[in-house]
T-cell receptor, first 115, second 115 residues
Framework: AQKVTQAQTEISVVEKEDVTLDCVYE???????LFWYKQPPSGELVFLIR??????QNEISGRYSWNFQKSTSSFNFTITASQVVDSAVYFC????????????FGTGTSLTVIP | DTEVTQTPKHLVMGMTNKKSLKCEQH?????MYWYKQKAKKPPELMFV???????INESVPSRFSPECPNSSLLNLHLHALQPEDSALYLC??????????????FGPGTRLTVL
């Protein structure tokens, strides 16, 4: 069974603070992919990153960084020096080799960055 | 062209109306999806088209009728909807059906209100 848990429903931070969004997953697949998407108030889901189950290297892209730890089944997302434009709902998602390309989404974390 | 477009952006309809949602992509993707998203919830998969054929129907009521006229277009025909069908309807596409590593590209969605 595939399951993604985002325990943080809502987070508020003041601009320029760092914030980490947690994602914990469950899967029986040995080959799987994890994704993060951003959904601003406009509604469109914007793809941020993909990580496969064999690549545990952390990744940094500008102010965004991702920490994948297979041992704890976590794929956390950190925004450094947050900005008001980062305010959005963030979804973590999982696909597995036996589920084809079906996405299993977490429930999302709503991030508000206060100016 | 790396985007998915959806029309209309907003739609208000009565329970006896017939309307259609449209989705278009020109990325050469061979998998297309319809999702339904209620407020503060993750997207829920409705239908998957693989190579223009319906491959997955997640037990969606027959008042929703999908159609894939060609590899770039996806329609969702609506008839006799209920107020609880009010939601954001998202279209997505991905490169290869059944491929676990392909990210899905989402359109901006149609906000549907059923009166």
């Amino acid at each position: 069974a595939q399951k993604v848990t985002q325990a943080q429903t809502e987070i508020s931070v003041v601009e320029k603070e760092d914030v980490t969004l947690d994602c914990v997953y469950e899967t029986r697949d040995t080959t799987y992919y994890l994704f993060w998407y951003k959904q601003p108030p406009s509604g469109e889901l914007v793809f941020l990153i993909r990580r496969n189950s064999f690549d545990e290297q952390n990744e940094i892209s500008g102010r965004y960084s991702w920490n994948f730890q297979k041992s704890t089944s976590s794929f956390n997302f950190t925004i450094t020096a947050s900005q008001v434009v980062d305010s959005a709902v963030y979804f973590c998602a999982l696909t597995g080799i036996f589920s084809g390309n079906q996405f299993y989404f977490g429930t999302g974390t709503s991030l508000t960055v206060i100016p | 062209d790396t985007e998915v477009t959806q029309t209309p952006k907003h739609l208000v309809m009565g329970m006896t109306n017939k309307k259609s949602l449209k989705c278009e992509q020109h990325m050469g993707h061979r998998a297309m999806y319809w999702y339904k998203q209620k407020a503060k919830k993750p997207p829920e998969l409705m239908f998957v088209y693989s190579y223009e054929k319906l491959s997955i129907n997640e037990s969606v009521p027959s008042r929703f009728s999908p159609e894939c006229p060609n590899s770039s277009l996806l329609n969702l025909h609506l008839h006799a909807l209920q107020p609880e069908d009010s939601a954001l309807y998202l279209c997505a596409s991905s490169q290869e059906p059944g491929s676990v590593y392909n990210e899905q590209f989402f359109g901006p969605g149609t906000r549907l209100t059923v009166l």
